[in-house]
Every structure is written in C-alpha cells, then in structure tokens.
C-alpha cells in the first residue's frame, strides 16, 4: 500500500465502492502512505489527495480528535475541507454543498425491513436506494411460521424472539437461521444486544429500582445474571424505556419520566445520569447517527439532538405527518421515519423533514414492520 503512486491512490479513495465503515479510516490510511514519503508527499496530500477524502462522511470521534488536529490538515486548503466538513454537520438551516465529498459511499449497505407476511411467515425484503416514486424491494421469504415479538440486531445478523419464547438469528449474507436458547426476562424489559450479551433493561417499581441484567445468547441453558441495579425513590412506572448502543454505551430514554435519560456503560457496568431531554417524548424512537443521538418523538411530534460527548441537547424540526405507531431507522445519513402508509425523511445537514411516498410495496404495507435498518452484506 504505501507504494502505490499518487494516480492509484487517487482512484482508490475515489471510488464509491470503498468499503469502510466510516470516512475516518479513508483519512487515516492515507496519512500512513503521505507519512511512508513524507517529504515527496506532503504537497501533493493538500493539493490533489485530501480534497478527494469525504470529510463530511467522517463522525465526529475521527472529524474532531483525529482529522482536524492533524498537522497535514494545517494548510489554507485543508481549513476550507474542513470548514466544509463542520458546516455540514452542524450548521443547520443552510444550503448544503453538493459535490463528490458529501456523497454517501456505495459500500454494500442495504436497507433491510423484517415482519410477518402472508401466514405468520417471516420475511426480510432489502434495498439499496429509497429514491424514486417507487421503491424496488428484493423478497426472501424465511418459509418460518412464527410471529416476531420483538427484534434486535448485530453487524451480521437479525435477532427476533417469538410469541412461543424462542430466539432465532439469521445470517443475510449466506441466509442461514439458527435458533438459540431463550430465557425470557422480566415483564416490561427494554432488550439490546451487544457483542455476545443481550441486556435487558427493566424497572421493579415496588421495589423503587432499576435493573440492568444480561444473558449470554448464543450459550446453552443459560441464566440471566445481574449487571447492576439502582434505587430510585423518584420511579413511578414500569414501561419499557426505549434504548440504544452507543459505542457499548446502553442509552436508555424515558425510564423515570418522559425526559429522563441515563446511560449503562457495558464495561465499567455503571449507572449515570446524562442531561434530560428538552421535553417529554414518549413514546419514541432513538437513533445514532454521526457521534450524536437523534430522538424522535411519534405522539409529540418532535426532533431532538443529543451530543453525548457535551452533554447537550438541540432541538430541530418537527416531523408534520407521523403518528403515534411510526418507526425510525437512519439510513444513508439520514433518518426514516415511517409506518404503513406514510414516512417522512430528515436531512441533518438542512435541519428539514420531507414526506416520502411511495416507500413500502402495495402487496407487503399492509403487514407491521417489526423493524427497518441499514446493514451489509
């Protein structure tokens, strides 16, 4: 790699087929080849290289930290990719720049949608683009009758659970299900998986506590064990929060009131307030999307943003045409917000929501989805 000339790697980087999981890995391969010949290089890194890297793709652990502290990025050329970096993600309200560097790589992704279909059969349709006045989705039928309860997901793979308390896991790449032992939680427990743990999440409101337990899925007769657990004098109900990983940090939203949130780090296995939300939101839908978390109320009709690494929370433009049964994935850098008949999609970089037809088939609407997200395979 690092002997590759300039044209090759130019072409590398350019290509909408890299395959990366974020535009930070693009950056700092590059630096390795710029630093093999630092000397011969470094000109050609701010004049022909570095314009050609997606900067705007990049999250904010690499954009911050990494990209704009680096010293080949400490040039008149650099500051204005870097600039325009920022500027589209998190300058709201403005126009964004339409170029090559804000173009979202092809690098397999596929929006995947589970549910139940004709008979109970569990079926996974997939796309790669939601553009157009129709969407064209693949079909796979499972051919396994059994109605999904609840869902979770890995890089690789679809977890769901059943109504008959069984957990099956399916491979989309090479469309193999297994099926695993299933210890059911507590009543009214939030589930995510992370790594080879599930954790559920639930509060014992007679006992004035909450409770993070975990369950390893892919072991035989396997029990649930404790992670931790905290009283709360304040806890008045026993609905399930809404939760996700951020970084093997469980967010969990809605747990004492309609803006509380908290936060389960996996590996220190603590329990910590974070700043409430900017207003009540239940229930809602909680997405990560580049370095922030993104809340998105159904009945209350609001949009928030949380950046966990200040603490603070923004709050943006309210979705206009979505109910109380919407669901919400990210797709693409934006967020899908979406039920039978309806979705609508928000752009961060415009701070604006814009109704979406046309995005389920008319043969397969008519059945809930159980969930929609983006995956590769």
């Known amino acids: ?14 290509d909408d087929r890299l395959n990366v999981k974020n535009e930070g890995v693009v950056f700092e391969a590059v630096v390795r080849w710029v630093e093999a010949d630092l000397e011969a290089r470094k000109e050609v890194f701010s ?20 990209v704009s502290c680096h010293p080949l990025m400490w040039n008149p050329e650099c500051a204005e990719l870097l600039k325009e970096a920022h500027s589209s993600q998190f300058h709201c309200g403005t126009h964004p720049v339409q170029n090559p560097r804000t173009t979202q790589r092809n690098n397999g992704q596929r929006l995947v949608r589970l549910y139940n279909g004709e008979d109970g059969t569990v079926c996974v349709d997939h796309t790669v ?54 210890k059911e939680p507590k009543p009214n427990s939030s589930l995510i998986l992370i790594k080879d743990k599930i954790f559920s999440l639930f509060v014992d409101a007679y006992r004035w506590s909450k409770h993070v337990e ?12 404790t992670e931790t657990s905290l009283d709360d004098r304040s806890v008045t109900s026993s609905a399930s929060p809404v939760v996700i990983n951020v970084l093997n940090n469980v967010y969990i939203f809605g747990w004492r009131s309609g803006a509380d949130v908290m936060v389960f780090d996996s590996v220190s296995k603590t329990l910590l307030g974070c700043a409430p939300m900017p207003a009540t939101c239940t229930p809602c839908s909680a997405l990560a999307l580049k370095g922030n978390i993104f809340v998105v ?36 850098g934006k967020i899908i917000l979406y039920e039978a008949n309806e979705a609508e999609v928000y752009d961060p970089g415009l701070d604006r929501w814009t109704l979406k037809t046309g995005l389920f088939d008319e043969d397969t609407k008519e059945y809930e989805t159980k969930i929609m997200c983006s995956m590769s395979f």
């Open 47 to 66: 004049r022909n290289i570095a314009p050609r890297i997606r900067f705007p793709l990049c999250d904010q652990q690499s954009l911050g930290p990494v």
């Open 214 to 225: 975990s369950l390893q899925w892919n072991v035989s007769n396997n029990e649930w064990s």
């Open 1 to 14: 790699f690092y002997k590759i000339s300039e044209e090759d790697i130019i072409e590398v980087i350019s």
């Open 297 to 332: 109320g159904r009945t209350e009709k609001v949009c928030f943003r949380y950046d966990p690494v200040t603490n603070a929370w923004t709050t943006l433009s309210s979705p206009t045409t979505t109910s109380a049964n919407s669901k919400a994935t990210v797709w693409k």
């Open 129 to 182: 683009s939601i553009d157009g006045e129709s969407v064209k989705w693949e079909h796979y039928s499972t051919k396994l009758i059994s109605e999904i309860k609840e869902v979770m997901t890995s890089p690789e793979k679809l977890f769901w659970i059943t109504k008959t308390k069984e957990l099956f896991a399916l491979d989309l790449k090479t469309r193999n299900i297994s099926t695993h032992f299933w």
